[in-house]
């Protein structure tokens, strides 16, 4: 059993910065692959951004140049450094995650989840 707790969330203005945080309890997390999703009001949970327990990184075309997807697995922590943020942005957003060696897009294809944190970007 994996838990997941996002952090990093908050109101920014457009233009701003944000680092999400998913710290992962209960296994380590080098042995999962590892995503970011985020679900705006009346919309699907999209991926935005993941991170293979190689390091290799998946980018949505939303995010791509924008966002970086890292992991320090001594930490056992994955981040989701967020810049230039637009009010299309807001959302909450969600850490996941799967244990095979392959990009998954789409959500029932993560195992464990966290509770989500809140971005909001205000024009």
């Known amino acids: 059993q994996v838990m997941l707790v996002e952090s990093g969330g908050g109101l920014v203005q457009a233009g701003g910065s944000l680092r999400l945080s998913c710290a992962a309890s209960g296994r380590t997390l080098s042995t999962y692959y590892m995503g970011w999703f985020r679900q705006a009001p009346g919309k699907e949970r999209e991926l935005i951004a993941a991170?293979?327990?190689?390091?290799?990184?998946y980018y949505a075309d939303s995010v791509k140049g924008r966002s970086t997807i890292s992991r320090d697995n001594a930490k056992n922590t994955v981040y989701l450094q967020m810049n230039i943020l637009k009010p299309e942005d807001t959302a909450g957003y969600y850490c996941a995650a799967h244990s095979s060696l392959a990009l998954v897009r789409y959500p029932s294809g993560y195992t464990y989840w966290g509770q989500g944190t809140q971005v909001t970007v205000s024009s």
């Open positions: 991170i293979s327990q190689g390091g290799m990184t």
